[in-house]
């Protein structure tokens, strides 16, 4: 693979809060793999493939702005490599991750899609909708007020009014599910798949898992969860992938939250072998 020239892409720290540094670190790894392996990585910022520094044939990235989109999606139809696909990260954003993901009968929460200016108290009213979280639709979120968890309709509606004044003119609000939360982390086409409950594990420095705070076994069908992430990734068009799902004591699941290559911050050593196994993978097709 030494003629192999990979392009690299960080992502921005607009787009990594509170995660700057463990989002850095899977992509960083994820290199130091492919090096191992005889290919020549140059690393670049969101901002330097968006003033078009980046000309490699083949580009792994976690990129989220949405000006890197129609760069990435060019690069696609243009015949490059593109891992993951910019179409699948904007299909990661949150209104359209919720209409594919609704209409592709993936478990996932009510939801209404509305812009931030209009009336919503009756609607929710009228469907049974109480407590809920209210998410910007437009892109990913920046700031921790971009997903806001809310106890009445009364209250959505005086966050889409905040919403709207900070110039966002799209909002999806999820009902609010009650349960355990559990996050999940996968790479298509490979037999790698991880999931934990994140309040009831501790990790070492490593990344390794130390003893779950109770017992850490599957309350719900671990092979059923698996198909639901599996065909989320597939109709989302994402090969590197994470997110996050509510199991309610009945062990029924709900996908909540759907990423593109995540921060994989309690296993990301392990994680970065099979995303470069993989990345190498489709190189090979790809030729």
């Known amino acids: 693979m030494a003629d192999t020239k990979i392009a690299a892409i960080l992502r ?8 700057i540094g463990n989002d850095a670190a899977i992509i960083n790894l994820t290199c130091e793999q492919l090096r191992k392996r005889g ?20 580009v792994i990235h976690m990129c ?7 760069i990435l999606q060019a690069m696609e139809d243009s015949g490059n490599l593109v891992i993951n696909s910019g179409y699948g990260v904007e299909n990661c954003t949150r209104e359209r991750l919720t209409r594919i993901l609704l209409g592709s009968g993936i478990p996932y929460p009510k939801s209404l899609m509305v812009n ?7 609607q929710m009213e009228r469907i049974g909708m109480e407590r809920a979280w209210i998410k910007r639709g437009d892109t990913y979120a920046m700031h921790k007020e971009d997903v806001t968890y809310v106890r009445h309709p009364e209250e959505a509606q005086e966050v889409l009014q905040e919403y709207f004044l900070r110039g966002i003119k799209r909002a999806v609000i ?5 349960g355990d939360q559990v996050k999940f982390y996968g790479v298509r086409d490979t037999d790698y798949f991880y999931c934990f409950y994140p309040f009831e594990k501790k990790y070492s420095s490593k990344g390794d898992d130390k ?10 069908d671990l092979a059923k969860f698996r198909d639901a992430c599996t065909r989320a990734a597939d109709i989302l068009d994402i090969r590197i992938y994470g997110g996050d799902a509510i199991v309610a004591p009945d062990g029924t ?10 921060s994989f911050a309690p ?21």
């Open 39 to 58: 290919c020549e990585v140059k690393t670049y910022s969101e901002e330097q493939l968006i003033a078009g520094a980046v000309k490699e044939p083949i």
């Open 12 to 19: 921005a720290g607009a787009y990594s809060p509170n995660h």
């Open 211 to 220: 003893a779950p705070k109770r017992g850490g076994e599957a309350r719900f």
């Open 116 to 122: 931030t200016n209009q009336t919503v108290t009756e």
């Open 253 to 262: 699941f709900s996908i909540i939250d759907f990423n593109d290559w995540p």
């Open 174 to 178: 999820n009902r609010h599910l009650d």
């Open 64 to 70: 989220r702005d949405q000006r890197s989109f129609p």
């Open 267 to 287: 296993c990301r050593v392990e994680a970065s072998a099979v995303i470069a196994r993989a990345i190498l993978a489709e190189i090979k097709k790809h030729r």
